[in-house]
């Protein structure tokens, strides 16, 4: 694969990663129900993502430097939901 290749692989990836989280983000936000979603699982998914983003910057990777980012935020989202609502 070339280059440009393997960044565009990386960068479905992303998006399909990062989509995933989005509908559990949304129906939080609207039905305001937090009772049966983890709050450990989504501090360990921001961690993770942030240890990502630093690696993504060590190696000067953009695709998973903003998928990691990307990825931050949907989790500090949901983890401000889940403290708001509970």
């Excluded at 280059?3 to 990663?17: P, Q, S």
């Excluded at 942030?50 to 000067?60: D, H, K, N, S, T």
Aim: a positive charge.
């Amino acid at each position: 694969m070339s280059t440009v290749e393997i960044e565009i692989l990386g960068i479905v990836a992303a998006i399909l990663v990062n989509a995933a989280s989005i509908p559990q983000v949304l129906k939080t936000a609207t039905t305001k129900q937090v009772r049966d979603i983890s709050l450990p699982f989504w501090m360990i998914l921001l961690m993770g993502a942030f240890l990502w983003a630093i690696y993504g910057i060590l190696v000067r990777g953009i695709a998973l430097i903003l998928s990691s980012l990307v990825t931050c935020s949907l989790c500090l989202t949901m983890i401000a939901l889940i403290l708001r609502y509970r």
